[in-house]
């Protein structure tokens, strides 16, 4: 079974500037994706942004880029010039990367309050 | 495109009381999860559907939890009869294929449950 830990339960950070969000996770796979989520107050779980393991170049998008290191099976997001939108909760999650169920398992979450 | 529908937003139950979730995934989505996210945690899954079968239900309460899918469409998620311990958001998502690795999933807005 696959286990995703986020050992930062809040963070803050100042508008402009940029904050790192740790994820390590525990498989035997090989192949498999990892995601970042936002949940906002509205409740609904938002894709940030997406890695497949297979791939070595660290995923970016936009403001958004991820550290991926897959020996150590770690897997952070930075967000860098923060937004008084960023605010919301963020949560790793794992998918195997195939067979039937492809569940996503989350981490415990991370509170990410940006401060103007 | 429209997004993954949920109702009610809201619900508030006594105890040993019946309720009832709907969903409705985006169309032509054939993987339909729902997942159960109490409060300061992760989402953690219930049960998947293709189509209108069950693909993994490992993780559902089956005592006082059943959920169907008729018709490969909509979902409904009942618990009969409620537990305080019950009191979380249920989260409806849905996929367009059997392996939605490339995208993660389509999420709902949730219903946000108390059971008093």
């Known amino acids: 079974a696959q286990t995703v830990t986020q050992s930062q339960p809040e963070m803050s950070v100042q508008e402009a500037e940029t904050v790192t969000l740790s994820c390590t996770y525990d498989?035997?796979?090989?192949?498999?994706?990892l995601f970042w989520y936002k949940q906002p107050p509205s409740r609904q779980m938002i894709l940030v942004i997406r890695q497949e393991a297979y791939k070595q170049q660290n995923a970016t998008e936009n403001r958004f880029s991820v550290n991926f290191q897959k020996a150590a099976k770690s897997f952070s997001l930075k967000i860098s010039d923060s937004q008084l939108g960023d605010t919301a909760m963020y949560f790793c999650a794992f998918m195997k990367h195939y067979g039937a169920g492809n569940m996503l398992t989350f981490g415990g979450g991370t509170r990410l309050m940006v401060k103007p | 495109e429209a997004g993954v529908a949920q109702s009610p937003r809201y619900k508030i139950i006594e105890k040993r009381q019946s309720v009832a979730f709907w969903c409705n995934p985006i169309s032509g989505h054939a993987t339909l999860y729902w997942y159960q996210q109490i409060l300061g945690q992760g989402p953690k899954l219930l049960i998947q559907f293709q189509n209108n079968g069950v693909v993994d239900d490992s993780q559902l309460p089956k005592d006082r939890f059943s959920a169907e899918r008729l018709k490969g469409v909509d979902s409904t998620l009942k618990i009969q009869p409620a537990k305080l311990e019950d009191s979380a958001v249920y989260l409806c998502a849905s996929s367009p294929h059997d392996r939605p690795s490339n995208y993660g999933y389509t999420f709902g807005s949730g219903t946000r449950l108390t059971v008093v």
């Open positions: 498989t035997s796979e090989n192949n498999y994706y």
